[in-house]
């Protein structure tokens, strides 16, 4: 199945190259929540990231000519994804989590009270992944959230596997002290 996706995909990378709109809009529709969710990990709001997913379709259609087919496609999205999501931090800084309804709570069933503290809890974490530098963010988040692997994410962004592992440690080991205090904090209260 995953070869045949994959012939599939160079066979509309090649008529994207030659001006199909077509197979390209066939590459967004295979690639598009993949990118939507890599640039929400980053800014933390659902309508930018929606905007900057267009924005990132849009780079990518214009640069489609400079793609090497043998490469991975996703990664060459991801890596655009992650310069227009820097891009729109650059321009916004004061981009904050989205509301509650915007994030997509999987279990209904849960009453009120689990819910705000489901959301509370959801909220200090992207607090503080959105706190990482840049760098080390767009590492975490094609790591932890996207799955990538290490040699992906270099390819992705252009950097070499050590400064990918690098910047995971640091991201981690900074994520981990934030959370520490917060959670606790956020638990202490939470039991009294």
């Not at 390209?24 to 640039?39: A, C, D, K, P, T």
């Not at 800014?43 to 379709?57: H, L, P």
Request: glycine share 4%; net charge negative; hydrophobic share 45%.
């Amino acid at each position: 199945m995953t070869f045949i996706l994959q012939a599939n995909e160079v066979e509309l990378v090649t008529r994207a190259q030659n001006d199909d709109r077509n197979a390209f809009s066939e590459l967004v529709r295979i690639h598009s929540q993949g990118v939507l969710n890599v640039i929400y990990r980053m800014c933390g709001d659902m309508g930018v990231a929606e905007d900057a997913a267009q924005e990132t379709f849009i780079q990518a259609w214009l640069r489609m000519p400079s793609y090497r087919p043998g490469t991975s496609l996703r990664n060459w999205l991801y890596r655009i994804a992650v310069n227009t999501a820097i891009d729109m931090l650059r321009k916004d800084k004061r981009i904050l989590p989205g509301e509650i309804e915007d994030l997509n709570l999987r279990d209904s069933k849960p009453g009120p009270e689990a819910m705000v503290a489901s959301f509370e809890r959801t909220e200090v974490v992207q607090e503080a992944v959105l706190a990482l530098p840049k760098a080390s963010r767009a590492v975490l988040v094609l790591r932890e959230f996207e799955g990538l692997s290490y040699q992906e994410i270099a390819d992705a962004l252009e950097i070499p596997v050590g400064t990918v592992m690098s910047r995971l440690n640091y991201a981690r080991k900074l994520l981990r002290e934030k959370l520490e205090v917060k959670l606790f904090a956020y638990v202490e209260a939470e039991n009294v």
